[in-house]
């Protein structure tokens, strides 16, 4: 008994077709593996963006295993012809792209922050003139709240293509004095008030919170129109805040305390008024004439 050809083909494409559904729900079904294998290794990190990430790639693992399935048995189980279908869905997803350029644009500046990792959440940044602490890092966007209390919104997008200043990741704090003496203040007493300085920062109490890697600095650097400049340098560390302000006020009072011990005066703005009845402008304008 000969069975026609055109027979064979349909049992065949029919036989053909269990094996075809049964590999796409073995497909299907090995997404969550891949779901479970990412939850894991999202759940030892902090930040809250790559946890929403998982269950967006897992929709997109089992659109694309039905989509893929479904053209695989149209071909070759229903013998359509599937270029045109992709074709269509190619047209479809560019004017898509297009439509949503500016979402595509956000989408891909998370996946960005996500692997990048500039920040994360708890962060102090500064961007784009606003310093402030994130918030909350979103598939759109991300939320700043600044140092004095607004909430600010920042595309993703903008984030990429921007600087970003990770305030939290420095080692350290720098502080920079500048400490302004009297004019009338003998070379002995300025090498004295650069001794004081140096001991106050290899003093227990401000040296133990500097930074070793970077040496505190003191150098008489400026001869001003009002003062003679001190300038001293340091590195506070660990660099949180607060600590940092307290070590400040410390460092402020003991140099207080020992410039007036020492009888080294601050230098202000002042200027020198010669009077026209003045004896001694008298004798300098006469001895200027005769020369």
Same mark, same amino acid.
């Given at each position: ?7 064979? &083909? ?8 269990? +094996? ?71 047209? #479809? ?54 140092? @004095? ?10 984030? #990429? ?21 009297? +004019? ?8 004295? @008030? ?18 070793? @890697? ?11 129109? +009002? ?6 340098? +340091? ?36 200027? &020198? ?19």
């Amino acid at each position: 008994m000969s069975v026609s050809a055109g027979l064979q &083909t349909f049992v065949g494409r029919k036989v053909l077709l269990p +094996y075809i559904v049964s590999l796409g729900w073995l497909l299907y079904n090995l997404t969550e593996v891949i779901t479970l294998a990412l939850t894991r290794l999202t759940a030892r990190t902090e930040s809250k963006l790559d946890d929403q990430v998982v269950p967006i790639i897992r929709k997109a693992l089992r659109i694309f295993v039905i989509v893929v399935s479904a053209l695989f048995t149209a071909e070759n189980v229903f013998g359509t012809d599937i270029s045109a279908w992709l074709a269509g869905l190619g047209i #479809v997803g560019l004017a898509l792209s297009l439509a949503a350029q500016d979402s595509v644009k956000n989408v891909f500046g998370s996946i960005t922050v996500l692997f990048d990792r500039p920040f994360q959440v708890g962060d102090r940044i500064q961007f784009d003139g606003y310093d402030g602490v994130v918030e909350e890092i979103g598939f759109r966007s991300m939320r700043i709240r600044t140092l @004095a209390g607004e909430l600010v919104t920042i595309p993703n997008s903008k984030v #990429v293509d921007g600087s970003v200043m990770n305030i939290s990741r420095r080692r350290a704090i720098r502080r920079i004095v500048d400490i302004a003496i009297t +004019y009338d203040t003998p070379p002995d007493k300025v090498r004295r @008030a650069l001794d004081i300085l140096r001991e106050i920062l290899a003093d227990p109490r401000i040296a133990s919170a500097l930074d070793p @890697a970077n040496p505190p600095q003191v150098f008489f650097t400026d001869l001003s129109a +009002y003062s003679l400049n001190l300038r001293v340098w +340091y590195w506070f560390a660990p660099a949180d805040w607060w600590p940092y302000v307290a070590h400040a006020e410390r460092f402020n009072l003991m140099l207080l305390e020992r410039f007036n011990a020492e009888g080294i005066d601050f230098a202000f703005p002042t200027q &020198t008024l010669h009077l026209a009845s003045d004896p001694k402008r008298r004798l300098a304008v006469e001895s200027a004439a005769r020369s």
